[in-house]
C-alpha cells in the first residue's frame, strides 16, 4: 500500500506571498491531520479534516487554512507569508479520526525569504 | 492546556545496551498513546502505539503506560546505532480530540 505523499516537497517563497501544500493520504484512510515542525517549537498540531470537516483546529492565525476533497486528498494554504513560517509542513492520515494510528508524509520544507 | 514532557536528552547510551525513554502528559483521560521514530531531515515514523495500561512488546521495543501516574516510557532493548534518533512521544486524549506531540528526544547509540 502506498504511503502518505506530499507535494511539493521543497518550496521557497517571498515574504508576503502564499502557498498551497497538497497532501495524498493512505487509500482509504479518511482523516488528514497537518502539522508545522521548527526546531524550537517541535510538532505542532495546525488542523484535521474528516470526511471533508475540520474536526480540530491548532492555535494559528487564519492565515492558515485548509480543506479536504471527497477523495480525501487535502490542501493547507498559508496567506501573506512571514519569514516565521518557514518550517517542514507534515500531513499525517489515519483510518479515522485522531484518536486511532497516525502515518506521515515526507514533509514539505518551506522557506520564505 | 494538555502537555505532554519529553527530556530533550541527548540520551548516550553503547550499542548493546537497554534505551529507556519516558514522557509524562498531563490530560488524565487520555486514551491513546503512540511513539514515533524521527531521522534527522526525515518525517517521524510509528514505531509503537499502546491503548492499555501495562507493557506491549514489539521486537526489541517495549511500550510501557501507566495511566494512574500519567506516564508511558519506550525501552529499546540490544540498541544499535542505527537507533539513533529523536524519539517523539504522541498522546490522545478525548475521542476526536487532537494528538499531543511531546518535544522529543535525542538517542544517540555509540559503537
Known amino acids: 500500500k502506498a504511503g502518505v505523499t506530499q507535494t511539493p516537497r521543497y518550496l521557497i517563497k517571498t515574504r508576503g506571498q502564499q502557498v498551497t501544500l497538497s497532501c495524498s493520504p493512505i487509500?482509504?484512510?479518511?482523516?488528514v491531520s497537518w502539522y508545522q515542525q521548527t526546531p524550537g517549537q517541535g510538532l505542532q498540531f495546525l488542523f484535521e479534516?474528516?470526511?471533508?470537516?475540520?474536526?480540530n483546529k491548532g492555535n494559528f492565525p487564519g492565515r492558515f487554512s485548509g480543506r479536504q476533497f471527497s477523495n480525501s486528498r487535502s490542501e493547507m494554504n498559508v496567506s501573506t507569508l512571514e519569514l516565521g513560517d518557514s518550517a517542514l509542513y507534515l500531513c499525517?492520515?489515519?483510518?479515522?479520526?485522531?484518536?486511532?494510528?497516525?502515518?506521515f508524509g515526507p514533509g514539505t520544507r518551506l522557506t520564505v525569504t | 492546556q494538555k502537555e505532554v514532557e519529553q527530556n530533550s536528552g541527548p540520551l548516550s547510551v553503547p550499542e548493546g545496551a537497554i534505551a529507556s525513554l519516558n514522557c509524562t502528559y498531563s490530560?488524565?483521560?487520555?486514551?491513546?498513546f503512540f511513539w514515533y521514530r524521527q531521522y534527522s531531515g526525515k518525517s517521524p515514523e510509528l514505531i509503537m502505539s499502546i491503548y492499555s495500561n501495562g507493557d506491549k512488546e514489539d521486537g526489541r521495543f517495549t511500550a510501557q503506560l501507566n495511566k494512574a501516574s500519567q506516564y508511558v516510557s519506550l525501552l529499546i532493548r540490544d540498541s544499535q546505532p542505527s537507533d539513533s534518533a529523536t524519539y517523539l512521544c504522541?498522546?490522545?486524549?478525548?475521542?476526536?480530540?487532537?494528538?499531543?506531540f511531546g518535544k522529543g528526544t535525542t538517542l544517540s547509540v555509540s559503537s
Open positions: 490530560d488524565r483521560v487520555s486514551q491513546s
Open positions: 499525517a492520515s489515519s483510518f479515522e479520526i485522531s484518536s486511532y494510528e497516525q502515518y
Open positions: 504522541a498522546v490522545n486524549g478525548q475521542a476526536g480530540t487532537a494528538l499531543i
Open positions: 487509500s482509504g484512510h479518511r482523516s
Open positions: 479534516y474528516f470526511s471533508e470537516t475540520q474536526r
